[in-house]
T-cell receptor, first 117, second 114 residues
Framework: AQKVTQAQTEISVVEKEDVTLDCVYETRDTTYYLFWYKQPPSGELVFLIR??????QNEISGRYSWNFQKSTSSFNFTITASQVVDSAVYFCALSGEHSGSARQLTFGSGTQLTVLP | DADVTQTPRNRITKTGKRIMLECSQTKGHDRMYWYRQDPGLGLQLIYY???????NKGEISDGYSVSRQAQAKFSLSLESAIPNQTALYFC?????????????FGPGTRLTVL
């Protein structure tokens, strides 16, 4: 079985602050993929990033960065200089090579980020 | 135009009614999925389809059925809706290979069962 835990239910920051969203996962698979999705107030789910288990390089995309650490089973997401438009629910998800024939995504419960002006 | 569309976007219905939610995609993907999202929870997989003739149950399929009418269309039905099926429903698509497996979601259908 696989599991994704996002312990931070809600985070509130003031604009321009940096914020890190935590994601801890459990899987017995050696090959797996990790994902982050954003769900803004309008409700759609927007794909942000995919990372495979063999690539522990951190990734930066503009104000977004991701820190993957297999040793702690974590895949944390940092927003630098947050903006009001970053306010959304952020989901971390996991797909393991043996997670059923669908290689289905297991989602965390999400973190509601509110960025105040 | 959106690559994955869902109709209707909002629906209010009564207990016992039959409801169909529709999903269409122009991404050319083989795989399609139906999820539900409940407040404070992540997404749970209801059904998935690898192609028109391959349909499979997900983790919470009871009370739901699906139809894959074509590569581009995947419908979800609630045969007799009940209040605890009130949720946000998402359709998603992905390519057929696991190494290229990110899922792309539709805008969601908000269903309320009274």
């Amino acid at each position: 079985a696989q599991k994704v835990t996002q312990a931070q239910t809600e985070i509130s920051v003031v604009e321009k602050e940096d914020v890190t969203l935590d994601c801890v996962y459990e899987t017995r698979d050696t090959t797996y993929y990790l994902f982050w999705y954003k769900q803004p107030p309008s409700g759609e789910l927007v794909f942000l990033i995919r990372r495979n288990s063999f690539d522990e390089q951190n990734e930066i995309s503009g104000r977004y960065s991701w820190n993957f650490q297999k040793s702690t089973s974590s895949f944390n997401f940092t927003i630098t200089a947050s903006q009001v438009v970053d306010s959304a629910v952020y989901f971390c998800a996991l797909s393991g090579e043996h997670s059923g024939s669908a290689r289905q995504l297991t989602f965390g419960s999400g973190t509601q980020l509110t960025v105040l002006p | 135009d959106a690559d994955v569309t869902q109709t209707p976007r909002n629906r209010i219905t009564k207990t016992g009614k039959r409801i169909m939610l529709e999903c269409s995609q122009t991404k050319g993907h083989d795989r399609m999925y139906w999820y539900r999202q409940d407040p404070g929870l992540g997404l749970q997989l209801i059904y998935y389809s690898f192609d028109v003739k391959d349909i499979n149950k997900g983790e919470i399929s009871d009370g739901y059925s699906v139809s894959r009418q074509a590569q581009a269309k995947f419908s979800l039905s609630l045969e007799s809706a009940i209040p605890n099926q009130t949720a946000l429903y998402f359709c998603a698509t992905s390519r057929g290979t696991w190494t290229d497996n990110e899922q792309f979601f539709g805008p969601g259908t908000r269903l309320t069962v009274l």
